[in-house]
């Protein structure tokens, strides 16, 4: 994709502003922080002053990025122009849509930067938009802006995007990585990315505590299989939320084992909450490429082979049918 235009734009309306909003979306993760602390150490270059915000508390998992501690859901509404990162469609700003702050928001322009593939209830009234499916991550939308502007990072944005990208990419392993994906990551390394300190904090922070260990075990044995195991799903109430949630992503610790269980095709994490909300993370292995097709059914977005879904309101043992039924369907269409 060639950005040019956007750029430019994106350009007068950096030129023009004193102080930027950078907001994330409900489901926040190591792209859309990583984006979040590059911009702001872009606009530091360029004396601008920025907040980032997100609607929701962080999860601890995400602790190993630098700059963690920056993100708020306190902000000081005196702004001039807001940029959302990783998110173009209004269903995961869900939070923020229902809060005094998105009329003020709505006042001023608005980038969107993003590459998420599929896209329902998009994000209508942003100024400029970049949604980029062919991007590893916004992460590196977000390396070639630098590039544009002509602006050295600071160690700690070259570690962001390269975080954003690996996050992404799950280290490089993924479908999203692609032969521009490895010369980002290089050129990042030769201006001072460090990917092994990174990698070790990821995995230092990650390190399995004993109860988090006995619940992956309960967690094993609460998951279902679906269609001669093609379709695994998994349900987590209220209590795993409150419990476990903040100390530890439950998708990062099932996700791996879920996909290396034989005639596993796509698996479901539901997170079902108290009120009836309910999110879902979509992962699909490879040659199964349904992920953005079944999240796009429910109005939610994402990749061929990540995908979320945020939806109020429902009743779980509705959607659960509705779900594995049609995660069937696209599945049998491609085994055709």
């Avoid at 907001?23 to 530091?44: H, K, T």
């Avoid at 049918?321 to 269409?333: G, H, R």
């Amino acid at each position: 994709m060639n950005y040019l235009k956007q750029f430019q734009h994106i350009q007068k309306l950096l030129q023009s502003s004193k102080s930027i909003l950078i907001v994330q979306a409900d489901n926040p993760d190591a792209d859309s922080l990583g984006s979040s602390i590059a911009l702001q150490d872009l606009c530091q270059q360029l004396s601008i002053s920025t907040q980032l915000y997100c609607a929701i508390s962080l999860s601890n998992y995400l602790q190993y990025i630098d700059g963690f501690d920056q993100v708020t859901d306190q902000v000081n509404q005196n702004f001039d122009l807001t940029i959302f990162v990783d998110v173009s469609t209004k269903t995961l700003i869900n939070k923020l849509s229902n809060l005094p702050l998105i009329k003020n928001i709505k006042q001023k322009p608005v980038i969107v930067l993003d590459h998420h593939q599929e896209i329902e209830n998009p994000i209508d009234f942003a100024t400029v938009i970049i949604n980029d499916s062919l991007a590893s991550s916004t992460g590196e939308i977000i390396f070639h802006l630098t590039q544009y502007l002509k602006i050295q990072l600071t160690n700690l944005g070259l570690n962001a995007i390269l975080a954003s990208i690996m996050g992404d990419t799950q280290s490089l392993s993924n479908q999203l990585t692609r032969p521009d994906t490895y010369r980002i990551v290089a050129n990042l390394i030769d201006q001072g990315a460090n990917r092994f300190e990174l990698d070790k904090k990821r995995r230092d922070l990650n390190t399995l505590p004993l109860e988090i260990f006995h619940y992956k075990a309960e967690l094993i044995k609460r998951t279902e299989f679906y269609y001669n195991n093609t379709i695994a799903i998994l349900v987590l109430r209220q209590e795993d939320i409150v419990n476990y949630s903040a100390q530890y992503n439950q998708m990062a610790l099932m996700q791996n084992d879920l996909l290396q269980v034989q005639n596993v095709k796509v698996i479901l994490i539901i997170k079902y909450y108290q009120d009836q909300h309910l999110t879902t993370g979509i992962r699909a292995n490879y040659g199964y490429p349904i992920a953005s097709q079944l999240a796009k059914h429910f109005n939610g977005g994402g990749h061929q082979y990540a995908s979320g879904i945020n939806l109020a309101k429902q009743d779980l043992n509705v959607f659960k049918k509705d779900i594995i039924i049609k995660a069937n369907e696209l599945l049998t269409k491609i085994d055709q």
